[in-house]
């Protein structure tokens, strides 16, 4: 039967220490190909591609696209603590599937510096990592994106998310009603002048010494990210680039998540079920944190949970025909809608 690609949206909070592999994976159900493709300022990006041991003819594809800070996806043993690391490993044994990562600038083997990469020069990367799939033979690229899962991700500016954020990290610091609103309204400003007027957070406090004691992070950056990253963030439209997805998603998000909030998750299924009604799934887990963990423990319903929805939608490769046309030319709008944050919190 021939499938096609779905694509796999995952937002992470690892914040280890950048270092080159030196142990390679190994899989009891995949051979992995290790390769490079080249982003838009020549850096050369090193690339995972994963076969089922044993596949016959072409296989379906997941394509991972990873998060914001600086790790790396290779995992050639993760730690129990690691829940990003163990889904993935989790997915390349279980799924019978090809599946394909990449690290970023700067990350494990790949050159550069992540924490200059801004986002569209990331993108560039993700993009170059796509295409390669086309060169080999055993992934069954027939048909364009079949779906898109994206979890403890985010669908509303990135603006609106940095606020909701600071209020839930002012009030963890136990700060008294007065004192969150006080400085909630600061960030206002400030979020705007920096996010949306395009200065570094050094430059809104040299130009408002009073809210020096308001930030917390680098004078040029975020999160181990360059100002620029975010900035192009906020110049996305979500609206319109999850309205233009015709094809089945599934949102994935833990009701203990502290990062994205269900504002925040909820709004990519309410954009596409408003141009696509039923296209779009929310589900939420109970107890379940930002990196897959309940109580400290990998949540395994989450790797039972996604292979169904998987299997699904290839199960549905018929009938879903005349919404995906044909051909093999697809965007990447998973790609613009795949961000988490690295945080202490």
């Not at 300022?41 to 800070?69: D, M, Q």
């Not at 400003?189 to 680098?218: C, N, Q, R």
């Not at 900035?231 to 203990?256: C, D, F, M, T, Y």
């Not at 009938?319 to 998973?334: N, Q, T």
Request: glycine share 8%; aromatic share 10%; hydrophobic share 40%.
């Amino acid at each position: 039967m021939s499938v096609a690609p779905l694509a796999l949206v995952l937002v992470g909070t690892l914040a280890t220490s950048q270092q080159v592999a030196v142990q390679r994976e190994h899989f009891t159900n995949a051979d992995v190909l290790y390769d490079w493709v080249t982003n838009s300022r020549g850096e050369k990006l090193r690339t995972f591609i994963s076969r089922p041991k044993n596949a016959s003819g072409k296989v379906p594809v997941i394509f991972f696209v990873g998060w914001l800070s600086c790790d790396t996806m290779e995992s050639p043993h993760p730690k129990p603590s690691d829940g990003f690391g163990i889904l993935m490993v989790r997915l390349i044994n279980q799924s019978g599937y090809a599946t394909v990562r990449m690290d970023k600038p700067g990350v494990g083997e790949s050159q550069g510096d992540c924490a200059k990469a801004d986002f569209q020069s990331e993108l560039s990367g993700w993009q170059a990592a796509f295409d390669s799939m086309s060169k080999y033979d055993f992934i069954d690229l027939d048909h364009p994106v079949r779906g898109y899962i994206s979890a403890s991700s985010w669908g509303r500016t990135w603006y609106e998310h940095m606020l909701e954020l600071e209020r839930r990290r002012l009030n963890a610091e136990e700060k008294s009603p007065a004192e969150v609103n006080r400085d909630v309204k600061s960030f206002v400003e400030f979020y705007s002048l920096y996010l949306i007027d395009g200065m570094t957070p050094g430059e809104v406090i040299a130009k408002h010494p009073e809210w020096k004691d308001l930030w917390y992070d680098a004078p040029d950056g975020q999160y181990g990210r360059p100002a620029a990253f975010y900035q192009q963030l906020e110049a996305l439209n979500l609206g319109e680039i999850w309205q233009n997805v015709s094809v089945p998603v599934l949102v994935i998000r833990g009701k203990a998540d502290t990062i994205m909030s269900r504002a925040d998750s909820e709004a990519i299924a309410q954009i596409v079920n408003k141009v696509h009604p039923g296209r779009a799934r929310y589900l939420e887990i109970d107890s379940m944190a930002h990196d897959f963990m309940v109580h400290d423990k990998f949540y395994d319903g989450i790797v039972a949970t996604i292979l169904s929805w998987i299997n699904e939608q290839l199960a549905t490769k018929q009938a879903l025909k005349g919404h995906l046309g044909h051909g093999r030319a697809v965007h990447l709008p998973f790609l613009q809608a795949a961000r988490g944050m690295q945080r202490d919190c």
